[in-house]
């Protein structure tokens, strides 16, 4: 489309490009202040010409918890992400089918969706709820898992399910800058797209540690008489706002500039992190505001959020405390399609046009990291390692400090902070006032503990495929999908189908339409699904749901996806609890023999090797196997628990230390459990997870170190509660 091309009619539902930074601070933008020799022209361009909020805040003082809070509309005291994965288990930090994003919500609409750059939840596997693909992210290219957005230069990157590799980085070199990649997958979506609604998360690094840019990249900060750290950062920030200036010529090439709504914004305060560390004081970088990444003073959360549309967002500010939550409703509303009822967030969509937009009556934040820097330690007053929450209302915001890392202590052995955001310096050691008004703290704590749920159960949105993942050739087996409207209107004519291929049949047992889904309701239908006599053993078969109803005058459709593993036969589910050791595989594969029952896997034939010892410790009952090994069970959703030790076992240890595996529990596809790289030398790992309506169990031994030998392992004590 050329650039006069005239705007669509009025009452399109606009597309949204939502570009997130990853730790820039409130005052590293010359539109929120900076002077200090940072440059970024088209980022100020863009607040001069929109609404520059002045009191926006992410959801946490950390990514993930933050970026989880800005998908799904929960703050950190509901939130399935409530701190950062620690340790290298990136498995800690994931989403959920019961965690709706703003990209299902959109979708629901006919929205074309992408992700581009980092996603940053684990684990770092296609095909599970926690990835972007399954969360309403029709096309996502970058980093599924937190730590492998750290590497600017990675020599892979996901594709949809897929590693789509990168050989001119490999080991380790650094010949192409992620940066580049996620710009033209960008300009690429943006032509592919220009034509319908479209949602674009556009989540580079930038300026996330390791403090670099390309030589090419460093411009004008090359020869500034600044340390490496410094000047690398300052590269960074302009890096980023040269993405988005190349992200507003190609929307104003495509002529879409009037649909189109671009939100610019940042997960958290600024980082003091590389090696060496940058010093974000050198640039002001928390401009007038106490603190940074890792506190919960303002600095660590106000961030910057600037919202873009000519023709609709008139230039302007606006001062009202807007969290992050508040972009799902208001994307909803945007787009005309229902919002969850169970969301902390309220719609600015009024504000964006020149209206008002509802106050929230108090924001809640909690941080629960194990890492501090110097300089939010200091600001924390000593406290920084310790579990943390914070709550405004009005101007007045309290911080306390548990008196380690357990929430559940008593509220006298809190430490108590609170200020009034209206004096200055905002949020100083000599501005607590918490001595002086026990009522505030009191009412403020109070807030605190209404804002936290242990467990914060969602209502379903959408439809879902569950039941088994299991399925015989020319046998019979049921699925159920649940249509969920967790808003607050009624749909009408609600209606769900399954596709199965060809060959196969699926045959409703139970009602699959009515006249209407109450709000906050649920359709669920039973299917019999039937293959063929030839359905080849070993094969992934998709189930596909479609749900579709009307909302108002606005038509809505949700799918879900599901794969049935081909299996030759099936052993019946327990019926009481059980060793592992002592129940029948669906399926076993091992590298070096077959799996052991209660012994080592230390030889090549079966029932032969040492019996099953970790650290020194002998076990009657366990698996031993050599990786790559996995072995299916069928709990045919009997089971509620499966508890276990695993590690190299003894048998490895005593010839050699050079082992190294990754053990991996999946229930019907779903992960339960993911373990550190384990080698002989490190803590058996102790496992105890849910396993309640899982069908298909399976139980996994990966190579860690791209060594395949001394990788004997061992499930010890392994067992099922029924």
């Keep these: 489309m050329p650039a006069s091309a005239a705007p669509h009619a009025a009452g399109r539902a606009p597309n949204i490009v ?52 800005l998908l ?51 684990p770092d596997l296609p095909d599970q709820p926690s990835h972007p693909n399954a969360r309403g992210f029709e096309e996502f290219y970058g980093y599924i898992n937190h730590g492998h957005a750290h590497d600017y230069y990675p020599d892979h990157l996901w594709h949809n399910d897929r590693k789509s590799s990168v050989p001119e980085n490999e080991n380790g070199a650094k010949a192409t800058f992620a940066i580049d990649l996620f710009e033209q997958r960008t300009l690429d979506f943006l032509d592919t ?17 390791p403090n670099e840019v390309p030589a090419n990249d460093m411009g004008e900060y090359a020869a500034k008489p600044w340390g490496a750290a410094e000047k690398g950062h300052a590269a960074q920030v302009t890096r980023l ?30 980082h003091e992190e590389g090696s060496p560390p940058v010093n974000p004081d050198f640039f002001d970088a928390n401009g007038p505001l106490a603190g940074y990444k890792r506190n919960l003073h303002e600095g660590g959360v106000r961030i910057p959020l600037i919202a873009w549309r000519p023709g609709t967002i008139a230039a302007g500010t606006t001062a009202r405390p807007t969290p992050q939550l508040d972009l799902l409703p208001t994307f909803a509303e945007l787009a005309d399609a229902p919002v969850p009822s169970d969301i902390d967030g309220k719609s600015v969509a009024a504000l964006l046009s020149g209206g008002t937009a509802a106050a929230h009556s108090h924001l809640y934040w909690m941080r629960n990291d194990p890492y501090q820097g110097s300089r939010s330690g200091a600001v924390d007053q000593g406290f920084g390692l310790r579990l943390a929450e914070a709550v405004r209302k009005g101007d007045m915001k309290l911080i306390r400090y548990a008196p380690g890392r357990d929430r559940s202590a008593p509220d006298s052995q809190w430490t108590y902070r609170l200020y009034d955001l209206t004096q200055t310096p905002v949020e100083h050691k000599d501005n607590d006032i918490a001595a002086a008004n026990p009522a505030i703290v009191a009412e403020l704590t109070a807030l605190m503990r209404s804002s936290w749920a242990d467990t914060y159960i969602r209502k379903p949105y959408g439809v879902r495929i569950t039941g088994t993942t299991l399925a015989v050739p020319g046998t019979p087996f049921r699925v159920t999908t649940a249509f969920g409207n967790a808003s607050a209107s009624a749909w009408s004519s609600p209606q769900v189908r399954l596709t199965v291929p060809q060959g196969w049949q699926a045959r409703a047992t139970t009602t699959s339409s009515a006249t209407s889904l109450a709000a906050k309701g649920s359709l669920e239908v039973t299917w019999e699904v039937t293959p063929p006599t030839g359905a080849i053993v070993g094969t992934a078969i998709p189930l596909h749901a479609e749900a579709t109803a009307a909302f108002g005058d606005y038509s809505l459709t949700f799918t879900d996806d599901r794969d049935v593993a081909v299996v030759k036969s099936l052993p019946a589910a327990p019926t009481a609890n059980a060793y592992l050791s002592d129940l029948p595989f669906v399926s076993a594969v091992n590298a070096w023999g077959p799996v052991e029952r209660d012994t080592s896997n230390g030889k090549q034939a079966g029932g032969d090797g040492t019996p ?13 196997v050599h990786a790559r090994s996995e072995i299916v069970f069928h709990l045919g959703g009997k089971a509620r628990r499966m508890t276990a030790f695993v590690g190299i076992d003894d048998f490895s240890a005593d010839r050699s230390g050079v082992g190294g595996v990754r053990a991996r529990i999946f229930g019907d596809d779903v992960p339960l459990f993911e373990s550190q790289p384990l080698t002989s030398t490190t803590a058996v790992k102790k496992i105890d997870v849910d396993v309640t309506g899982v069908h298909a169990l399976r139980l996994i031994v990966e190579d860690a170190n791209g060594n395949g030998s001394y990788d004997h392992t061992s499930w010890a004590d392994a067992k099922i509660t029924v």
């Design 72 to 122: 799904t509309s929960l703050h950190t005291g509901h939130g399935a992400v409530r701190q950062n994965p620690f340790g290298g288990d990136e498995g800690q930090g994931k989403l959920t089918d019961a965690d709706t994003t703003f990209a299902e919500v959109l979708r629901s609409r006919g929205y074309r969706t992408a992700c581009i750059g980092k996603w940053g939840f684990g």
């Design 193 to 209: 797209h220009a034509e319908e609604p479209f949602l674009l998360f556009l989540s580079p690094t930038l300026p996330h540690f």
């Design 241 to 270: 706002d040269t993405l988005v200036g190349k992200v507003v010529d190609r929307i104003r090439s495509l002529g879409i500039e009037q649909d189109t709504l671009i939100l610019f914004t940042s997960d958290n305060g600024p």
């Design 18 to 69: 939502l570009i997130l930074a990853d730790d820039l601070g409130y005052g590293e933008l010359g539109s929120y202040g900076q002077n200090k020799g940072i440059h970024t022209p088209r980022i100020d361009a863009l607040a001069a010409q929109g609404l520059r909020f002045t009191q926006a805040y992410s959801s946490a003082a950390v990514c993930a918890p933050s970026r989880c809070s």
């Design 612 to 624: 099953i010892s970790l650290r020194g410790t002998v076990y009657a009952k366990g698996l031993g």
